[in-house]
């Protein structure tokens, strides 16, 4: 019995790779195929069992996929990227968040007066969705559409708290650049910060540190998979900011939820050393 299933074992084999798509470009759709919309996400061994490609084949065309910017990879699988999302048109369509958001930016500049951001980390900087505030906001060096690195910002750190740590290191490079004397421009102290940021329930501080004479308080909106942007609090570098981190903190919970609704307890922390 086993030496007769042999050759029908090979054959199998044998017709199996000469059905595997043969150009690179084929194998590269069959991969694309598997991600129907944004919020996709797979594992290599999933896009493997899906595509029917060997893994180590699966893993080499989704490293340049990644490297391309067709596909993004965290710690969470990957994902549609960049370049995949801009052709139809949806890498900037913020809409849902910003929607979900106005009324807790709202509330907080009732309350403060005081300017607060929405914000989404690009790459190794952070994208401003919206600025609010009122003459205050004039000096603030911000703008929508506006960047900004995100290791000196409370928006861009808020977020990096939660993101694995080799995935941050990937994201703000080796060398961390200096804005301004306050900025932390070393890898292993910006780690310790992003640990003591986890320490606070998710509160990032920021005086002085992206923009001299300013301080922010930040707080990520967090989803199922990890962070999706972050709201911060602004005013000048002698402002108290810890007095409205309560409030930043909560109004980042509360988008969360009305995106997502609440999480299981067990993906409330991502997973950091």
Known sequence: MTIAMQPEADATTETA?????????????????TFPGRESRHTLEEIARMT????????????????LEWLEHTSFGYSLGRRSLGLGGGADDHS?????????LH?????????VHLAVLDGSQVRYLDKMGGRFASVV?????????????????????WIEPEEVDLLVGDELSARTPSTIAELDSFHHELGRIRSRHGLALEVGECFENIACAAAAVRGPRGPVAALSVVGEAGMPVERVAPLVVNAAR?????????????RRLASVR
């Not at 790779?17 to 195929?33: G, H, K, N, Q, Y």
């Not at 849902?96 to 807790?104: D, K, S, T, Y």
């Open 17 to 33: 790779r000469r059905e595997l798509p043969p150009s690179m470009v084929e194998r590269m759709t069959l991969i694309l195929d």
């Open 52 to 67: 029917h490609l060997p893994r180590s084949t699966a893993h080499r065309i989704l490293d340049q996929l990644v490297r």
């Open 96 to 104: 849902e968040l910003r929607a979900a958001a106005a009324p807790h």
């Open 107 to 115: 509330e907080i500049l009732l309350r403060t007066g005081a300017v």
């Open 141 to 161: 060096p911000s703008r929508v559409g506006g960047w900004a690195p995100a290791h000196c910002t409370a928006l861009g750190k808020a977020m990096l708290a």
């Open 254 to 266: 509360l988008i969360g939820q009305d995106l997502f609704g609440d999480l299981p307890a067990g």
